[in-house]
């Protein structure tokens, strides 16, 4: 059984940051592709980033390259989501998600997914 837990959603002023972490048992994050999910209501999901257990470069939705960092850490079979320079557009119900077969960059076609966390940037 697959079961992914995400900590460190919140609240935060435009311009802080926030970590998300996302613990997963069932899973081994040195396969397939691990990534972070957003949606607001009315809205689709979007992928915003993902990292790929074998290793390459991570993808990530133009809307948060170069503020937002994806990582993992086998060791704990969890990875991260460092997002910085919050924007009030980045508040959103965040979920971590998890696939044995990497979906195409930005698709969201993921297996395995979290409860979600919620982030709620405030102007």
């Known amino acids: 059984l697959v079961q992914l837990v995400e900590s460190g959603g919140g609240s935060v002023q435009a311009g802080g940051s926030l970590r998300l972490s996302c613990a997963a048992s069932?899973?081994?994050?040195?396969?397939?592709?691990m990534g972070w999910i957003r949606q607001t209501p009315g809205k689709d999901h979007e992928v915003v980033a993902t990292?790929?257990?074998?290793?390459?470069?991570?993808y990530y939705a133009d809307s948060v390259k170069g503020r937002f960092a994806i990582s993992q850490d086998n060791a704990k079979n969890t990875w991260y989501l460092e997002m910085n320079s919050l924007k009030p557009e980045d508040s959103a119900m965040y979920y971590c998600?998890?696939?044995?077969?990497?979906?195409?960059?930005?698709?969201?076609?993921?297996?395995?997914w979290g409860q979600g966390t919620q982030v709620t940037v405030s102007s």
């Open positions: 069932g899973y081994s994050t040195s396969s397939g592709c």
């Open positions: 990292i790929y257990g074998g290793g390459g470069i991570p």
């Open positions: 998600a998890a696939n044995y077969f990497c979906p195409r960059p930005g698709e969201v076609d993921y297996n395995y």
